[in-house]
């Protein structure tokens, strides 16, 4: 089956900084989508990448579906204490069938120095 | 979000008891999604409902059991577990076919198995 290998698996960061993860796979998808879930809670959805090339934002998070649609791409800026917690990255091949199921990177947890 | 709610939210059983994890959409979505979370791996996959059919069972060992009563309510029905079920069970739900809108998540029922 189809696998997503999202990097890095953790990071530590200070507050300000830029951060920036991926997520590679080793066949197409249609649609990119990333999820931020932090402790307790259900991933929350932060932004959809339905175009090859397409770069979006949503407030700090940018986020590019890669031209060859094999891997994306999720940039936060100027990190604040409450970007802290896990970023999945999830593909989509399209809408028909069974192509409406997602599959998972393992996600990028990220934590903040003190 | 409230949008998709899960019920109860955290359940200890032992390997014997049955128990039915409930999960609830009011976004007007005609798929659900049963999801399984352990740590250090994807979400996995467990089953789908759309227009309340069941069109996916990832292999699923028969102890769990789902229900679609409608397109707005999923349940999954737990008897006889084992310790390695222990896990964040998550429900998901979408729009499939035109508009495909992506899955938006519960905040999973953290289950324990004695």
């Known amino acids: 089956g189809q696998q997503l290998n999202q990097s890095p698996q953790s990071m530590f960061i200070q507050e300000g900084e830029d951060v920036s993860m991926n997520c590679t796979s080793s066949?197409?998808?249609?649609?990119w989508l990333w999820y931020k879930q932090d402790p307790g809670e259900g991933p929350v959805l932060l932004i959809a990448?339905?175009?090859?090339?397409e770069l979006t934002s949503n407030g700090r998070l940018t986020a590019q579906f890669g031209i060859t649609r094999k891997d994306s791409f999720l940039n936060i800026s100027a990190s604040i204490p409450s970007d802290v917690g896990i970023y999945f990255c999830?593909?989509?091949?399209?809408?028909?069938?069974?192509?409406?199921?997602?599959?998972f990177g393992k996600g990028t947890l990220l934590t903040m120095n003190p | 979000e409230t949008g998709v709610t899960q019920t109860p939210r955290h359940l200890v059983m032992g390997m014997t008891n049955k128990k039915s994890l409930k999960c609830e959409q009011h976004?007007?979505?005609?798929?659900m999604y049963w999801y399984k979370q352990s740590a250090k791996k994807p979400l996995e996959l467990m089953f789908v409902?759309?227009?309340?059919?069941?069109?996916e069972n990832n292999s699923v060992p028969s102890r769990f059991s789902p229900e679609c009563p409608n397109s707005s309510h999923l349940f999954l029905h737990l008897h006889t577990l084992q310790p390695e079920d222990s896990a964040l069970y998550l429900c998901?739900?979408?729009?499939?076919?035109?508009?495909?809108?992506?899955?938006?998540f519960g905040d999973g029922t953290r289950l324990s198995i004695l």
């Open positions: 998901a739900s979408s729009q499939v076919g035109p508009g495909n809108q992506p899955q938006h």
């Open positions: 066949s197409i998808f249609n649609t």
């Open positions: 990448l339905y175009k090859a090339g």
């Open positions: 999830a593909g989509q091949l399209g809408s028909g069938g069974s192509n409406y199921k997602l599959t």
């Open positions: 976004l007007g979505h005609n798929a």
């Open positions: 409902y759309n227009f309340k059919e069941q069109t």
